[in-house]
T-cell receptor, first 113, second 111 residues
Framework: TQLLEQSPQFLSIQEGENLTVYCNSSSVFSSLQWYRQEPGEGPVLLVTVVTGGEVKKLKRLTFQFGDARKDSSLHITAAQPGDTGLYLCAGPYSGGSNYKLTFGKGTLLTVNP | EAGVTQFPSHSVIEKGQTVTLRCDPISGHDNLYWYRRVMGKEIKFLLHFVKESKQDESGMPNNRFLAERTGGTYSTLKVQPAELEDSGVYFC?????????FGQGTRLTVV
C-alpha cells in the first residue's frame, strides 16, 4: 500500500509569514501532485512534479520533489489570506493510470489577516 | 467551457435507502474517476471509466455500490442499500490526457 503522510495537519499563521508543508512516503512515486481545495469545492491541481530533485515555482509557491521521489514539500512565501485552504498531495498508484491516485489527508492552512 | 458537474451537492438519506449520485464530466473527456472522502480519512479512489468501460474498479468498497457510464458521457454511482459508513464526500474527476479536473463533490449523509 502506498501511503502519503502530510504534515502538519493544521497550520494557522499571520499574513506575510512564510510556511512549508510536507508530504512523505516510504514508497517511490513516479510523480506527485499538489492540490488546493476550498470549502464546498473539489481539489484543484496546482502542480505536478516528476523528476527527483525537481523544483517548480508558481508565483509565491515553491514545490520540491525529493531526490528519491519519496517526498515533496510546498513552501509559501509571504502568505496571504487567499492562500487559505486544504493542501493535498497525491501520487499515482504503481502500475495504475495517471489519475488513479492515492492522496494524503492534507494540511489545512489558515492565513489570518 | 463547463467544468465537471456533480448532482446533488448534498444528500441526506436514511440507512437502507437508495441514493444515486451523478457526474457530468467535461465534454470530450474519455476518462472518468470516482473518489470518496470519509470523515477523518484521505480521499480514496473508487473506480475509473474509459468511455463506457470500467477500466479499474478495485477501489469499490462492496457490492452495494454500482457505477455506470452508459454511452460514455455522464456517470452515476448508486448506493443500495446505504449504510451509515457510506457517509462522506464523493468526488468525480475527468481527464483526457495529462490534466484531470475534479467536480465539487456530493456530500452524502446516511442517518
Amino acid at each position: 500500500t502506498q501511503l502519503l503522510e502530510q504534515s502538519p495537519q493544521f497550520l494557522s499563521i499571520q499574513e506575510g509569514e512564510n510556511l512549508t508543508v510536507y508530504c512523505n512516503s516510504s514508497s517511490v512515486f513516479s510523480s506527485l501532485q499538489w492540490y488546493r481545495q476550498e470549502p464546498g469545492e473539489g481539489p484543484v491541481l496546482l502542480v505536478t512534479v516528476v523528476t527527483g530533485g525537481e523544483v517548480k515555482k508558481l508565483k509565491r509557491l515553491t514545490f520540491q520533489f525529493g531526490d528519491a521521489r519519496k517526498d515533496s514539500s510546498l513552501h509559501i512565501t509571504a502568505a496571504q489570506p487567499g492562500d487559505t485552504g486544504l493542501y493535498l498531495c497525491a501520487g499515482p498508484y504503481s502500475g495504475g493510470s495517471n489519475y488513479k491516485l492515492t492522496f494524503g489527508k492534507g494540511t489545512l492552512l489558515t492565513v489570518n489577516p | 467551457e463547463a467544468g465537471v458537474t456533480q448532482f446533488p451537492s448534498h444528500s441526506v438519506i436514511e440507512k437502507g435507502q437508495t441514493v444515486t449520485l451523478r457526474c457530468d464530466p467535461i465534454s470530450g473527456h474519455d476518462n472518468l474517476y470516482w473518489y470518496r472522502r470519509v470523515m477523518g480519512k484521505e480521499i480514496k479512489f473508487l473506480l475509473h471509466f474509459v468511455k463506457e468501460s470500467k477500466q479499474d474498479e478495485s477501489g469499490m468498497p462492496n457490492n452495494r455500490f454500482l457505477a455506470e457510464r452508459t454511452g460514455g458521457t455522464y456517470s452515476t454511482l448508486k448506493v443500495q442499500p446505504a449504510e451509515l459508513e457510506d457517509s462522506g464526500v464523493y468526488f468525480c474527476a475527468s481527464s483526457q490526457d495529462a490534466l484531470a479536473f475534479f467536480g465539487q463533490g456530493t456530500r452524502l449523509t446516511v442517518v
